[in-house]
């Protein structure tokens, strides 16, 4: 095609620019801008004049206690969320991979949390987590009731208050783990996909000696990609908790945020988003290792 | 009996594992005061069900507004990132030039980029560039910037990779030029993937949170889940009329989805994970 009539050297740019010109304006000069603020005590409505102060916005976040708290709850929070999430979509997959119309049903039903937006979940669920107040109560808390154990505010308790949130966060998100999960049944070959259906004896076995071993591919990706995901947390806990109680539940990107809209502290918080950046190419290219050291 | 026991546990889990949505649409129809009533057995009351936090919901959150605002910001973002993205994915799967290979690479490093790591900086470039205030200087501020998107040009780019070539040499022996051959075989040819494309940007930006809440700083300029936020935050809190709001701003993406949903190859979700 590249040598087909017509072409010429200017025809793959003219294909190129709108995208360039768009990724261009709106990723690359932006990130680079905040590079170099990031090295500054820019404010957000000054940022003309702002001074160059070197690494100091960087080794104040890293002392800064709530920074470290952010870096903290978001951890905890993939730390939460992704074994639990992944296996749980295992499973499910594993469990309705199968031709009748009746399990395609069941797999629609898995997805759509996937399809509803956060927003409404998070506002959603910090109904369903409404603390008991006479005979007024959450949805969860009744079933917690049902099985007799006692009612509690998830949301107000700062033991609670993050689990809480992991616990919606894996309800929500695992269809789409499991329908990539789906993906990679499909493309097994017919003898290790009836090995996948686990009904009958030896199951287990099976599961780790055949399943697994062809399945690592999928599973790399839906850790990989869960983990990174889980690391932008950001709407559960801003609209259900507003961070708290007790900076319990205050995300990275939340501390972002604010340090820029309410402290109006533009550099720290463009190092806070470097530092975020750091982290996730981190992530991404252990990734690649495991990947890479899969096909060696 | 094994196949009736079959159903019976996929039935009940399915309605476990909907039970939060469920309850948010009975509930929706409650009045206000019942909304937590009954714990558990809430759930069966039909007392007293009707609309009114619908009709409540849908001005005080002034939701034909923020849905009329949010349908064009997905319509906008997936319109134009729908011709830019395979553009350019066709040029990076089809021409030989130099540089291809960096802008791939590019291509590849953009896709980890989380949006909410640009938000604060672009905001300044949004700024910068006027785009801040008006109605469509607000719109485009919405719009732009999350046009061109790095994975959808990767993911039409390995779809335009798999055609095989006789298609476009038949139509190069035609006379056809390279947008030809674009627009009328290449494109055509790769539907399901866009379908595909389209139906994750669609659930990706109507839920879009943490950059309309920074851009949409004027009441009619709101985007759909900012007005069920301000529903959410700004007292008096009535639950009935978040819910009814929330069943509201659900009722298009599932419509979506409904349709979409034949379009969409499974297979396709998971198209990333081998390169």
């Given at each position: 095609?590249n040598r087909?009539a017509?072409?010429?050297?200017?025809?793959?740019?003219?294909?190129l620019?709108?995208?360039?010109?768009?990724?261009?304006t709106?990723?690359?000069?932006?990130?680079?801008?905040?590079?170099?603020?990031?090295?500054?005590?820019a404010?957000l409505?000054?940022?003309?004049?702002?001074?160059?102060?070197g690494?100091a916005?960087?080794?104040?976040?890293l002392?800064?206690?709530?920074?470290?708290?952010?870096?903290?709850?978001?951890?905890l929070?993939?730390?939460?969320?992704?074994?639990?999430q992944?296996?749980?979509a295992?499973?499910?997959a594993?469990?309705v991979n199968?031709?009748?119309?009746?399990?395609?049903?069941?797999?629609?039903a898995f997805?759509v949390?996937?399809v509803?937006?956060?927003?409404?979940?998070?506002?959603?669920?910090?109904?369903?987590?409404?603390?008991?107040?006479g005979?007024?109560?959450?949805?969860?808390n009744?079933l917690?009731?049902?099985?007799?154990?006692p009612?509690?505010d998830?949301?107000q308790?700062?033991?609670?208050?993050l689990p809480?949130?992991?616990f919606?966060?894996v309800?929500q998100?695992?269809g789409?783990?499991?329908m990539?999960?789906?993906?990679?049944l499909?493309?097994l070959?017919?003898?290790q996909?009836?090995?996948?259906?686990i009904?009958g004896?030896?199951?287990?076995?099976?599961?780790?000696?055949?399943?697994?071993?062809?399945m690592?591919?999928s599973?790399?990706?839906?850790?990989t990609?869960?983990l990174i995901?889980?690391?932008?947390?950001?709407?559960?806990?801003?609209?259900?908790?507003?961070?708290?109680?007790?900076?319990?539940?205050?995300?990275?990107i939340?501390?972002?945020y604010?340090t820029?809209?309410l402290?109006?502290e533009?550099?720290?918080a463009?190092?806070?988003?470097?530092?975020?950046?750091?982290?996730?190419?981190?992530?991404t290219l252990?990734?690649?290792?495991?990947?890479?050291?899969?096909?060696? | 009996?094994?196949?009736?026991?079959?159903w019976?546990?996929?039935g009940?889990t399915?309605?476990?594992?909907l039970l939060?949505l469920?309850?948010?649409?009975?509930?929706?129809?409650?009045?206000e005061a019942?909304?937590?009533?009954?714990?558990?057995?809430?759930?069966?009351?039909?007392?007293?069900?009707?609309?009114?936090?619908?009709?409540?919901?849908?001005?005080?959150?002034?939701l034909?507004?923020?849905?009329?605002?949010?349908?064009l910001?997905v319509?906008?973002?997936?319109g134009?990132g729908?011709l830019?993205?395979?553009?350019a994915?066709f040029?990076?799967?089809r021409?030989?030039?130099?540089?291809r290979r960096?802008l791939?690479g590019?291509v590849?490093?953009?896709?980890?980029?989380?949006?909410?790591?640009l938000?604060?900086?672009?905001?300044l470039?949004?700024?910068?560039l006027g785009l801040?205030?008006?109605?469509?200087?607000t719109?485009a501020a919405?719009v732009?910037?999350?046009?061109?998107?790095?994975?959808?040009?990767?993911?039409?780019?390995?779809h335009?990779?798999?055609l095989?070539r006789?298609l476009?040499?038949?139509?190069?022996?035609?006379?056809?030029?390279?947008f030809?051959i674009?627009?009328?075989?290449?494109?055509?040819?790769i539907?399901?993937?866009?379908?595909?494309?389209?139906?994750?940007?669609?659930?990706?930006?109507?839920?879009?949170?943490?950059w309309p809440?920074i851009v949409?700083?004027?009441?009619?300029?709101?985007?759909?889940?900012?007005?069920l936020?301000?529903?959410?935050?700004q007292?008096?809190?009535?639950?009935g009329?978040?819910?009814?709001?929330a069943v509201?701003?659900?009722?298009p993406?599932l419509?979506?989805f409904?349709?979409?949903q034949r379009h969409v190859?499974?297979s396709?979700?998971?198209?990333g994970?081998k390169?």
């Amino acid at each position: 095609m590249n040598r087909a009539a017509g072409a010429t050297r200017a025809t793959p740019w003219l294909f190129l620019a709108p995208a360039l010109l768009l990724l261009g304006t709106f990723t690359l000069v932006p990130m680079l801008r905040a590079a170099a603020w990031s090295f500054t005590g820019a404010d957000l409505l000054d940022v003309e004049g702002a001074r160059w102060i070197g690494a100091a916005n960087y080794s104040d976040l890293l002392t800064d206690p709530r920074f470290r708290r952010a870096f903290f709850n978001t951890a905890l929070f993939a730390l939460m969320v992704v074994p639990a999430q992944a296996a749980l979509a295992f499973f499910l997959a594993l469990w309705v991979n199968r031709p009748e119309p009746h399990w395609r049903w069941l797999r629609t039903a898995f997805f759509v949390p996937v399809v509803v937006s956060m927003p409404v979940l998070a506002v959603l669920w910090t109904m369903l987590y409404q603390p008991l107040r006479g005979d007024q109560m959450g949805l969860v808390n009744a079933l917690v009731a049902g099985l007799g154990l006692p009612a509690q505010d998830w949301l107000q308790n700062p033991r609670l208050a993050l689990p809480a949130i992991a616990f919606m966060s894996v309800w929500q998100g695992v269809g789409f783990q499991m329908m990539i999960f789906l993906a990679g049944l499909q493309n097994l070959s017919k003898d290790q996909l009836e090995a996948a259906q686990i009904d009958g004896a030896h199951a287990g076995q099976r599961l780790r000696h055949v399943i697994v071993p062809a399945m690592r591919p999928s599973i790399v990706f839906v850790l990989t990609a869960t983990l990174i995901l889980s690391f932008r947390l950001f709407v559960q806990p801003y609209l259900m908790t507003r961070g708290g109680p007790a900076d319990a539940t205050v995300s990275l990107i939340q501390y972002v945020y604010e340090t820029t809209f309410l402290g109006r502290e533009l550099g720290r918080a463009c190092a806070g988003a470097m530092l975020f950046l750091l982290l996730v190419a981190g992530l991404t290219l252990l990734q690649r290792l495991c990947a890479r050291e899969e096909r060696s | 009996m094994k196949r009736a026991r079959g159903w019976l546990v996929a039935g009940a889990t399915a309605a476990l594992f909907l039970l939060p949505l469920l309850w948010m649409l009975h509930a929706s129809f409650r009045p206000e005061a019942e909304v937590f009533a009954g714990g558990f057995r809430g759930l069966f009351s039909l007392r007293g069900l009707s609309l009114d936090n619908y009709a409540s919901a849908w001005r005080r959150a002034a939701l034909g507004v923020g849905l009329f605002n949010s349908f064009l910001q997905v319509a906008g973002i997936l319109g134009l990132g729908l011709l830019f993205n395979s553009l350019a994915a066709f040029a990076l799967a089809r021409f030989e030039f130099a540089g291809r290979r960096l802008l791939f690479g590019l291509v590849l490093v953009l896709l980890i980029l989380p949006v909410e790591v640009l938000a604060v900086p672009l905001l300044l470039t949004v700024r910068d560039l006027g785009l801040t205030g008006g109605y469509a200087r607000t719109l485009a501020a919405l719009v732009l910037p999350f046009a061109v998107k790095a994975f959808n040009v990767y993911f039409l780019r390995q779809h335009f990779l798999a055609l095989p070539r006789d298609l476009e040499e038949a139509a190069v022996v035609d006379g056809a030029g390279p947008f030809r051959i674009y627009w009328s075989v290449a494109l055509p040819a790769i539907r399901p993937a866009l379908a595909t494309v389209l139906v994750l940007d669609v659930l990706a930006h109507w839920s879009d949170f943490i950059w309309p809440l920074i851009v949409c700083t004027r009441a009619e300029t709101r985007t759909v889940q900012l007005a069920l936020a301000n529903l959410f935050t700004q007292p008096p809190i009535q639950w009935g009329d978040i819910l009814a709001c929330a069943v509201l701003v659900t009722l298009p993406v599932l419509l979506v989805f409904r349709l979409a949903q034949r379009h969409v190859v499974a297979s396709d979700l998971g198209a990333g994970i081998k390169s």
